[in-house]
């Protein structure tokens, strides 16, 4: 919805107050951009390295291009020499940069980052993300990134939606919500992350054993058939979000 891929069932995205639905889409490709987790299935195999990250300006319009995709190639960190290379010639890692290159081109204001680093190794995923934090920084970009790792989450988000079966369930800044999370599943995530020290074995993150059914029909809390701190008003009631102490948290009853 945000890039204008999909149309929202109700309410709508503004940017700087102003619906995305009323911007011009040749307005709208130069102020959100995207990387997509994949930039194996996001990068054409059959074009070079730099027609892939110059196809943005020959679309939209741009002078010096061959001037500006060589400055790109450069502050991603990839050497010149690939200017030329085929996605297939390059790592992982090399072809996220490109993708993110890519992406920047157009000096977007919005970068949407579709989990972008879960396809990559450990070592490989640190880079992209000091990478992303840089660009951040100097590009003055709004970063939207979605992913499942909370540590990287941790290192990149200035605030952070926790969302579940497609809600968002709780809302607040990264620190507030690390330190203390109001809605049980925010406090399951936490749980669940590994910690390098072996000998405490895997975490219990106290859920039930119904499976997420994103396709049931209830008239109470989505949560309530994996919550440990169920109780009958949760199946009765779908609680509404609200603020609680530094969080905004759907949860009748938080903290419990």
């Known amino acids: ?22 911007i011009p889409v040749s307005d ?12 194996n299935a996001s990068l054409n195999p059959v074009r070079r390295i730099r027609d892939l990250i110059a196809q943005p300006l ?12 060589g400055e790109m190639i450069e502050r991603v960190g990839l050497p010149d020499r690939l200017a030329n290379a085929y996605p297939g010639e390059l790592s992982g890692g090399q072809r996220q940069r490109v993708s993110i290159a890519r992406a920047l081109i157009l000096q977007p204001r919005v970068l949407v980052c579709d989990e972008p680093t879960s396809a990559l190794d450990v070592s490989v995923q640190a880079q992209v993300i000091n990478l992303l934090l840089e660009l951040k920084r100097d590009f003055n970009l709004t970063m939207i990134f979605v992913s499942h790792d909370l540590s990287v989450v941790e290192h990149l988000a200035d605030r952070i939606a926790v969302m579940y079966l ?20 925010t406090r399951s995530l936490l749980g669940s992350m590994l910690t390098p020290d072996a000998s405490r074995g895997l975490p219990d993150i106290k859920l039930g054993t119904a499976p997420a059914d994103p396709f049931a029909q209830s008239k109470g809390c989505p949560f309530a058939p994996r919550c440990p701190a169920v ?22 009853f938080p903290g419990a």
């Open 231 to 252: 109780q009958t008003r949760c199946q009765d009631e779908s609680p509404m979000l609200r603020q609680i102490q530094q969080s905004v948290a759907s949860c009748h």
């Open 166 to 185: 497609g809600r968002k369930i709780e809302e607040a800044e990264t620190k507030a919500l690390f330190d203390a999370p109001q809605h049980p599943y």
């Open 28 to 39: 709208r490709v130069r102020l959100i951009q995207p990387v997509f987790q994949n930039p």
């Open 1 to 22: 919805m945000i890039l204008g891929l999909s149309k929202p069932d109700s309410g709508e995205v503004r940017i700087d107050g102003r619906p995305i639905s009323a």
């Open 58 to 69: 020959r679309l939209h319009g741009g002078d010096n291009i061959e001037a500006r995709v």
